[in-house]
């Protein structure tokens, strides 16, 4: 997390409002980009134009009717003309004031959009830096929906907060000067009787809707979640018959949603109920008194008429003061969960100034190393490996033996709670995560990909290879001449996840950008687990070109994948109980011997 930021609860965020426009105002006015200082300076002055104008407006409206109303020396053609006159400059007026308001929006969309976009950037990467043990807990639909809707009310915030709240105060305080110093303080007063009404009502009812909004955010975020979720595992669902279990388990969020989100329609119609009996008996009140100034003779049918407009021009930017303070405070409760996210610390971060790590030969060692994923529950007790370079080390072990966890911490997806894990002697942590990471190839157990075309999936391991040097990785990984039989080769989709090839197939296009990343050190988890016995061999023939002059570790369940590696570490309960040769181990009769001639059996079988 970066240091010097506020960190900002869920249950503060919407009565912190100090803090959230501090977490928004570098993106709207950025030190290093004074472009986007003078758009906003420009747009401002636009809306500042706009409302000027706009309370000049109605003194031509009154202008023209009391010309036209009026009796005098004038002739009548003078009159007339006179009226005409004014009622056209009223037409521009109104047209200038549309035509300021649209230029200040031209101006600032530029400001509003870079905004977003670097939000979106920041909360994207953020993502991506977060620890292996955030993202096997999140929920990919709601994470989804947080991001969506705390961007949203970013643009919403600086939209309105900048270009409507502030200019529509100013345009009711100008509108109440006018009618004290016009017509009599009497009107001022109703004015701020009203507004003060209308504003406290608002901001109650607002409370009290800001609670409900967010009850039905979460039932939202629920919703979707399951719908996520359950189309993710659609082959799954298939394979049980729970179409109509998932179909109601959805239902039973939706209805959760649907009670939630009647509230917050029903306050809303609440609301908006208040707010205008507020403003029209505000309005009544005034006309009623310009009403009755007419007929005394102290006002004109002008008079009359202005203060008309003048309230109904009141009305609007008070129902936009009601709809704009209501949104804010929605706003704020979506913002509240994405800056949450952003105020996520990842667990595994570089140390300030780390060195890129340097490979020279490939040396992986475990030195006593300890690992727990919970205090309670250890992995790792202390295990000590060599793997020297270019040597090509296998573990084993059986499931939660803890074999796969020491490939992760290679990758650094954890940190070790206890020893070291060095390559060519130096400490993992010590170096930066994109250099280790640049230096170690993975062909996990199960290789997930892009839904984009084979060829994209493929040039995933080196951005900048050419379309001979993609072909020739698949041609290693057996995947090539397939890729050939397909209508558009190279070019075909793979489908979300990679669903339109088999579990073979994929597997062989992950093997592929792995061979094309051609890295110094290979990890194997299961490579060719979800392979049939003739595409194994194969694979593994071509695994074993690749890793010739690398540093291979093979984290394997199937053993007759493993026979001819260099050395192979047999784990049992964190810690290492065999070491040795295939040969050498089988030759003991320990338990690598027992794992073995229980898959020799259940093949035979």
Partial sequence: MRRGRTTITTTEMPDNGRAIVARVWPYLWPADEPWVKRRVVWSLVALLAAKLVAVVTPFFFKAAVDALAGTGDNADKVLVLGAVGLTVAYGVARALNVGFQQLRDVIFARV??????KLALETFAHIHRLSMRYHITRRTGGLSRIIERGVKGVDFL????????????????????????VFDIRYLMVVVVTVAAYVAFTFKVTEWRVKLR?????????????????????????????????????????????????????????????????????????????AMGVQSGALTVGDFVMVNAYMIQITMPLNFLGTVYREIRQALVDMAEMFTLLDQPPEVTDKPGAPALKVSG????????????????????????????GQKVAIVGASGSGKSTIGRLLFRFYDVTGGALRIDGQDLRDVTQTSLHDAIGVVPQ???LFNDTIRYNIAYGRADA????????????QIHDFILTLPEGYESKVGERGLKLSGGEKQRVGIARTLLKNPPILLLDEATSALDTETERDIQSALARAGQGRTVLMIAHRLSTIAD????????????????????????????????????????A
């Fill in 112 to 117: 509003g959009q870079r905004a977003l976009r």
């Fill in 158 to 181: 600086l939209r309105f907060m900048l270009l409507s709240m502030g200019p529509l105060i100013l345009e009711l305080a100008l509108v109440a000067v006018i009618l004290w110093l």
């Fill in 214 to 290: 967010k009850e039905m955010n979460d039932q939202d975020t629920d919703a979707n979640q399951k719908a996520i979720d359950s189309l993710l595992n659609f082959e799954t669902v298939k394979y049980f018959g729970a179409e109509s279990r998932e179909a109601a388990r959805y239902d039973v969020a939706m209805a959760a949603y649907e009670n939630a989100a009647l509230k917050t329609a029903y306050s809303l119609a609440f609301l908006n109920a208040g707010q205008s009996v507020l403003i029209t008996a505000g309005l009544v009140g005034v006309m009623v008194m310009a």
């Fill in 362 to 389: 490939g040396e992986v060692v475990l030195d006593d190393v300890y690992f727990d994923y919970e205090s309670a529950r250890a992995i790792l007790k202390g295990v000590s490996i060599r793997i020297g370079a």
């Fill in 446 to 448: 199960d290789t997930v």
């Fill in 466 to 477: 050419t379309q001979a040097e993609i072909e020739a990785a698949a041609k290693a990984a």
């Fill in 565 to 604: 590696a260099d050395r192979i570490v047999v784990l049992e309960n964190g810690q290492i109980v065999e070491e040795g040769t295939h040969t050498d181990l089988i030759s003991r009769n320990g338990r690598y011997a027992q794992l073995w001639s229980r898959q020799q059996a259940e093949e035979a």
